[in-house]
């Protein structure tokens, strides 16, 4: 994958509306559904690619300090050639030869030292523009892990509100086909009735505290007539004693 087809997919995704794609669908949870694929897919596609891009960027800067070390190398091997083709000509004579052989030697060093800092100083505009690159891919790959959150909290939360509603439904549904206001409904007849069984037991109970209250009447006008019998049993009983007792008294007299 192209990392200007990286960019552009990671452009697309991450500045997604979902709540404006979301209005606009017909089916939310298909269109969800579908998202969180796509961007599943999607983040798979760019890791591979950022992975990628990172380790060509990690070898570039590996050739970079493999130059930055030739160019000291060949600068110190230099600076070694120079100094011996000095001491060789400070000794004159046959040092001369000597000299100009380590002097050109040096300049070997010298060539290959400037060659290694330009290849180092050219690949450093490549080194800065690949971490570029990485930076905002590794960007983007964030955002896009994190529209992917987003959907998948999003749809939980829709599956949720979509539950929600159809048990509303459902308890509005079950309302609407019982009106307990509804006098001619069953249910207001049905508490009718019970009403009439509830007044048919009040005038029972009335009717037998009535009858009760009677018994205990006549029992209380037998408790009466029972005294009044027992006083007079007792009149009698004394009557005859006092009788009894004067009879006795007149017997002794005589």
């Known amino acids: 994958m192209a990392k200007q087809s990286i960019f552009g997919r990671i452009a697309q995704l991450t500045k997604a509306n979902i709540n404006a794609l979301l209005d ?44 930055i070390d030739a160019a000291a190398e060949w ?42 800092e330009s290849e180092a100083k050219t690949a450093e505009p490549q080194i800065a523009a690949q971490t570029t690159v990485v930076d905002k891919l590794k960007s983007g790959l964030d955002g896009m892990k994190q529209k992917l959150d987003q959907l998948q909290n999003k749809r939980s939360e829709l599956i949720a509100r979509a539950k929600t509603a159809q048990a509303q439904t459902q308890v509005n549904d079950a309302l609407k ?48 007539l029972t005294e009044v019998d027992a006083r007079l049993a007792a009149l009698k009983a004394n009557s005859a004693v006092r009788g009894a007792a004067a009879q006795q008294s007149l017997n002794s007299g005589t």
């Open 24 to 67: 606009s669908a017909e089916d939310p949870e298909k269109l969800l559904d579908q998202m969180v694929r796509d961007y599943t897919n999607s983040i798979a596609d760019a890791e591979s690619a950022i992975a990628e891009t990172i380790g060509n960027l990690r070898l570039l800067e590996e050739d970079h300090r493999e130059d």
């Open 177 to 224: 086909s019982i009106d307990i206001l509804d006098p001619t409904s069953d249910l207001g007849r049905f508490e009718d009735k019970i009403r009439r069984e509830e007044a048919k037991v009040l005038g029972q109970n009335e009717l037998a505290a009535s009858s009760l209250d009677a018994q205990f009447n006549e029992l209380d006008d037998l408790g009466e």
């Open 75 to 116: 600068g110190n091997k230099a600076l070694a050639a120079s100094q011996r083709a000095d001491e060789y000509r400070a000794g004159g004579g046959e040092g001369i030869a000597a000299a100009d052989k380590f002097d050109a030697l040096a300049k070997v060093a010298l060539q290959k030292q400037i060659q290694s």
